[in-house]
């Protein structure tokens, strides 16, 4: 199918982007403060009454390093020709301490975002895949992902991937 736009004519869908999957490394900060703040933009936008502004960089150069640094946890980047297409970072979360719950080695995708230029080019996927990957890697016994309801495209990827809601979390301003 062909998309037209004012000067060109596209294929659509855009075809997969060329890039690699990679441990970040302090020396992309600059790239990954700019996918933060794509994210953060996105988050405050939506929910205003949860995200606000904030001076300084999107994330320090100290939860970058440990983030790096830490074996329990780590930041995939998507490396294009022009730079970095999108990131997620992964966490170990600690055992529940509730003897009732069942034994799990738990990976979080705690973020995971695709620079805007880069969307629908498959980045989303292949950065989930080397996360689920990682996440094997260690043992993990499943890997979990926090979607705010407002972000019905994230919600549509994951379960695209196969991933299936398990709480839903509700709150009261009060």
């Known amino acids: 199918m062909l998309h037209t736009t004012e000067s060109t ?26 996918l933060f703040d794509e994210l953060d933009a996105l988050h405050r936008a939506a929910r205003p009454e949860m995200f606000q502004a904030f001076d300084g960089p999107a994330r320090s150069q100290e939860q970058v390093a440990r983030l790096l640094s830490d ?3 780590t930041i995939l980047v998507a490396g294009a020709a022009d ?4 990131l ?3 966490l170990t979360r600690p055992p529940s301490a509730f003897a ?17 230029a880069c969307r629908g080019r498959r980045v989303g996927r292949r950065l989930l895949s080397a996360a689920v990957e990682w996440a094997r890697q260690r043992r993990a016994t499943h890997v979990e992902v926090a979607v705010h309801e407002f972000n019905t ?14 709480v839903e979390r509700m709150m009261l301003a009060v």
């Open 71 to 73: 074996r329990e946890s």
């Open 83 to 86: 730079g970095l297409a999108g």
């Open 153 to 166: 495209d994230a919600i549509r990827f994951y379960a695209a991937f196969g991933f299936a809601p398990s």
């Open 9 to 34: 004519i596209e294929a659509w869908p855009p075809a997969a982007l060329d890039i690699r999957i990679r441990t970040a490394a302090m020396r992309d900060y600059g790239e990954l403060c700019g």
């Open 100 to 116: 009732g719950a069942a034994p799990r080695h738990v990976i979080e995708l705690d973020n995971l975002v695709v620079r805007e």
């Open 88 to 90: 997620a970072v992964l």
